[in-house]
């Protein structure tokens, strides 16, 4: 009797949800690409819900704090975080001392874009292909350096110097349009950018792309080639952008928020504008989604450990 109460009760409450305002907290400055997505689809929803989702801005601490307020909030599914996938993926395996464990405090709601980093290159340096690359790399121990400007982009970086058993020097700064000025300028001579970032440069051709690092050719740009059908088969660094709840949050909730934020990310002028920024609509189910992630989460998990990676909060 008291779980089929209990199992009337969380109906009951997921069909009037919401009732009040929902609250997505997003880790990271105003005006990013995560802020951008972010307010893209909450308009959307609000739409949907007659009821629109506020945006609360949490920056610091590699969006620790955005993760743990969310996190030890009230399961009931007015306080949700949209953050990147490294939050899950990443962030577990290189902050040793987090407040939060995210892979099991944080529960998955829905997957809602993708996108690829690419590689791009001084032009002066004289490789157009990723093999070509390789070889000037080699040939030039010592001389080349890379803008990292992520966690992401770090291991980005990394797995490709143990895929292709390369050294080169990696080289922080804040943020891919830093990295892209770097690199443009000779400072640095390549980087690893979020597609959406590299874009001008590439157009502009003061940048020169030797590959994606998704594992299949990209929806978007589908004639630039990938890193991993260039000589590093399995070669894979993407990016998906995830909405997120407390892990306790009803299913019943989980499934009505999964529902508005799916045709919010499917309605043509939210796809038109994503498509803009480089990102593409997510379309997994969230049990893919959640396999997907748990993939990335292991693979970065052994690159850290064989390759002794650390990060400081």
């Known amino acids: ?32 690409a995560l802020d951008v997505i972010a307010r893209l689809l909450a308009s959307k929803v609000g739409e949907i819900w007659k009821q629109r989702p ?128 770097a690199t443009q300028s000779g400072s640095t001579q390549l980087c690893f950018v979020d597609l959406g970032s590299g874009m001008s440069a590439i157009e502009g051709k003061t940048l020169y792309p030797l590959g994606l690092t998704s594992p299949t050719r990209y929806d978007l740009i589908p004639d630039m080639p990938t890193v991993a059908e260039q000589g590093l088969p399995g070669y894979s660094a993407a990016s998906m952008t995830l909405l997120l709840a407390p892990a306790s949050v009803p299913t019943g909730i989980v499934g009505a928020v999964n529902a508005a934020f799916q045709r919010a990310r499917q309605s043509p002028e939210v796809v038109k504008r994503l498509h803009a920024m480089g990102q593409a609509v997510s379309n997994e189910s969230r049990a893919e989604a959640a396999e997907a992630l748990q993939s990335e989460a292991e693979q970065w998990k052994r690159l850290i450990a064989e390759r002794h990676i650390q990060f400081g909060r």
């Open 54 to 181: 506020y945006i609360e801005n949490k920056p610091g601490a590699n969006w620790i704090i955005g993760m743990e307020a969310v996190a030890k909030s009230p399961p009931d599914g007015y306080t949700l975080l949209f953050v990147a996938s490294a939050a899950l993926t990443v962030h577990p395996f290189v902050f040793p001392n987090m407040p939060l464990d995210p892979l099991h405090d944080l529960g998955l709601v829905m997957s809602a874009t993708h996108t690829p980093f690419v590689l791009l290159i001084n032009p002066s340096v004289p490789a157009r292909t990723v093999p070509e690359f390789i070889e000037h790399v080699r040939a030039n121990p010592g001389k080349l350096n890379h803008a990292s400007n992520s966690t992401t982009t770090m291991l980005a970086s990394e797995l490709f110097k143990a895929r292709a058993k390369l050294e080169y020097v990696d080289i922080n700064y804040r943020g891919a349009s830093q990295a892209i000025v």
């Open 1 to 32: 009797m008291l779980a089929a109460w209990l199992l009337a009760s969380a109906s009951a409450e997921a069909q009037t949800y919401p009732s009040r305002p929902v609250r997505i907290v997003v880790p990271a400055a105003p005006g990013g």
